[in-house]
């Protein structure tokens, strides 16, 4: 069975900060792919990556960076110089291959409150 | 290009009472989602049509809850009769693709459904 855990309930920061956002993962297929979405006030979930099992590139995007470890089983997100408009919910998610439609079990989400 | 809309943004009933809701994918997209996530919990999966047919209904927790998507365009979940732990905000997704592979599903501004 797939598991996401998101351990960090909330996290609080001051602007210009760096923050991860810890994911660990559990499955036993070898084919799978991980995610991040970010859910702002606004209410929807924006996605923002994935990565699949077999590429373990990390990936920086603007201030944004993943840390994706196979060996670890973790696929943290990391955030640069914290701005207040990263307030957030951040859901990290995985889908199996072997369930057909992919679909994604997610973790309880991070809370992100970032102060001016 | 119009996203995933969602009716009501918030609704909130009492216990017996049923409530509908409904998700307008995106124009095109196949492949239709619904979530829910119980406060401070993570985002479960309810069940996924392809077109009008569902692919996979079995995160549907019990005979209450009934979707529908005929013509394939726009889906209905209705909750008859609502109790108490049928609160949560209710996620549609969409996504374009169907059969394997990782598609990206773009997620609605989901629906808070409160029952008293």
């Known amino acids: 069975a797939q598991k996401v855990t998101q351990a960090q309930t909330e996290i609080s920061v001051v602007e210009k900060e760096d923050v991860t956002l810890d994911c660990v993962y559990e499955t036993r297929d070898t084919t799978y792919y991980l995610f991040w979405y970010k859910q702002p006030p606004s209410g929807e979930l924006v996605f923002l990556i994935r990565r699949n099992s077999f590429d373990e590139q990390n990936e920086i995007s603007g201030r944004y960076s993943w840390n994706f470890q196979k060996s670890t089983s973790s696929f943290n997100f990391t955030i640069t110089a914290s701005q207040v408009v990263d307030s957030a919910v951040y859901f990290c998610?995985?889908?199996?291959?072997?369930?057909?439609?992919?679909?994604?079990?997610f973790g309880r989400g991070t809370s992100l409150i970032v102060h001016p | 290009e119009a996203g995933v809309t969602q009716f009501p943004s918030h609704s909130v009933i009492e216990k017996g009472q049923t409530v509908t809701l409904r998700c307008d994918p995106i124009s095109g997209h196949d492949n239709l989602y619904w979530y829910r996530r119980v406060m401070g919990k993570e985002i479960k999966f309810l069940l996924h049509f392809v077109k009008e047919s569902k692919q996979d209904e079995s995160g549907m927790p019990n005979n209450r809850f009934l979707a529908e998507r005929t013509g394939g365009t726009y889906s209905t979940l209705k909750v008859q009769p609502a109790e108490l732990e049928d609160s949560g905000v209710y996620f549609c997704?969409?996504?374009?693709?169907?059969?394997?592979?990782?598609?990206?599903?773009?997620f609605g501004p989901g629906t808070r459904l409160t029952v008293t």
């Open positions: 998610a995985l889908s199996e291959a072997n369930r057909g439609s992919y679909i994604p079990t």
């Open positions: 997704a969409s996504s374009a693709l169907t059969g394997g592979g990782s598609y990206e599903q773009y």
